[in-house]
């Protein structure tokens, strides 16, 4: 009985044990400018920045205000760290010429996997078409999506999102 | 009768470690899970358990089942009151008290949480009583738990720091079967539940959220040395994806995670015992969507006699 105790025991051990997957996964937070890409000048443009590159195609495109949107990340996120990111608006056409949209900006995180959200990310106007978002918690490691909104009083009019790794 | 004194002795220790190790099989991440409850499976006739815990994240784990370390602090001390009463002869009742602080390092989301957790009640029933010795039948005791929502949950907490709870009510049902031949002990439990809708209004959504069934399944075995016991668990997790329906639609993904443990109990004057427990997630199953922790317990159960 004890011997037969014993290898039950044994066996159930070594058939239940787990299988380390480690892997180092850096925050997949990209700009979504390309790197290296130098900005199209636009000679009547009052508000570009020359250091601007250009992007080649919209990546973000609000279809109701035809609106494109390019984000970077001032501070990268982790499961620490509040994020803190500059989003830009921009006409296709005209894109280091950055204009607001006509309704508010919003943005919401999402956690698709544990169907949660997290604290509301504040949102401020730095200068025209541009704007700082702060305060963004990723507070569990997985991932995350952003929702880029654009909003009228609480109803959502627009919105594109992107997906982040913490 | 020195061999029904020692398997009442035995079983006296089996079942408080038995009761004390269902209690660890919490997913560290989110307000903890749905506990197996204090069951009494000895010859007792009401027990009261105190368990003081302290538990650590040791590493994340996400859908794909890929495993990444944890490198800042994410810490969990719970307390908890248990206590059961038998009632005609073979039916119990019970309650759980739980009360849990976290503490997170963070340079922006640290900070320190102390807040009730989801309380729980149970009925039992002793379907298969051991009025006479029986080499190979069990004692086999049946449950229904109801847990409810007492603790804050991550759907109303801002930074999950404040988190203490699943947030939904919460039916199971299950059954404890248990043995002892001289010195040796073994356990297994078997549960099943289900979590119930719930509707979600905050600045980030209106809608509801639906979590589904979830089960455990755990096994054990213990060896009596005098007053002292030396006994090992495994138990396993599932929990079915939480899917969210409203301004903000998603799937979830489903979580598991299995937690082994080790403990030393030990027994004074036949009615108290205290127990010190390590249990670890990391080693065993095949965990995803969770994060794993390493904890360690001390709890203290006295009994009265019937």
């Known amino acids: ?166 | 009768m020195l061999l029904m004194k020692s398997l009442k002795k035995l079983i006296f220790n089996f079942g408080f470690v038995l009761l004390f190790g269902q209690s660890l099989h919490a997913a560290s991440c989110c307000g903890g899970g749905f506990a197996v409850p204090s069951i009494i499976t000895s010859d007792a006739k009401a027990q009261m358990t105190t368990t003081m815990s302290y538990s650590q994240i040791d590493t994340d784990v996400y859908s794909n089942g890929v495993w990444q370390k944890k490198n800042s602090l994410d810490s969990t001390q719970l307390y908890k009151i248990e206590a059961s009463h038998i009632f005609a002869d073979r039916f119990q009742v019970g309650a759980s008290l739980p009360m849990q602080i976290r503490t997170r390092d963070g340079q922006d989301m640290g900070g320190t949480s102390s807040g009730l957790a989801d309380v729980s009640a149970q009925l039992g029933y002793e379907y298969l009583p051991d009025w006479n010795y029986n080499p190979w039948r069990p004692k086999g005791v049946g449950f229904i738990s109801l847990t409810l929502p007492t603790g804050k949950s991550v759907y109303e907490s801002e930074d999950g720091l404040d988190s203490h709870g699943r947030g939904f009510f919460a039916l199971g049902i299950g059954t404890i079967l248990t043995k002892a031949w001289l010195k040796w002990d073994a356990s297994a439990t078997l549960e099943i539940h289900r979590s119930f809708d719930k509707v979600i209004s905050n600045s980030q959504m209106l809608g509801n959220v639906q979590p589904g069934f979830g089960n455990s399944f755990s096994l054990g075995g213990g060896y009596n040395i005098g007053d002292s016991r030396l006994g090992t668990s495994i138990a396993w997790v599932n929990e079915d994806a939480i899917n969210v329906d409203g301004t903000n639609p998603s799937k979830g993904d489903a979580q598991q995670y299995a937690t082994g443990a080790v403990s030393f109990s030990q027994m004074y004057d036949n009615l108290w015992a205290a127990t010190l427990s390590y249990s670890d997630q990391t080693l065993f199953g095949d965990p995803t969507n969770t994060s794993l922790s390493k904890s360690l317990s001390l709890s203290i159960q006295k009994r009265w006699s019937r």
């Open chain 1, 1 to 166: 009985m004890t011997l037969l105790m014993r290898s039950l025991f044994l066996c159930l051990f070594l058939v239940s044990c787990a299988k380390p997957n480690y892997q180092d996964l850096t925050p997949q937070a990209q700009e979504s400018t390309p790197q290296g890409e130098k900005p199209t000048q636009d000679e009547d443009s009052q508000n570009s920045n020359p250091q601007d590159p250009a992007p080649e195609k919209c990546k973000l495109f609000f279809g109701v205000e035809h609106l494109c949107m390019r984000y970077e990340w001032v501070t990268k996120p982790t499961d620490t760290v509040m994020g803190v990111m500059e989003l830009k608006f921009y006409v296709q056409e005209k894109p280091t010429e950055f204009v607001d949209p006509k309704n508010s900006v919003f943005l919401m995180l999402w956690m698709p996997s544990m169907g949660h959200g997290s604290r509301p990310v504040t949102i401020e106007k730095t200068k025209t078409g541009v704007y700082k978002a702060s305060k963004m918690s990723f507070y569990m490691k997985g991932e995350w999506e952003i929702k880029f909104q654009l909003r009228e009083g609480t109803s959502v009019t627009d919105e594109v999102a992107e997906k982040i790794n913490i």
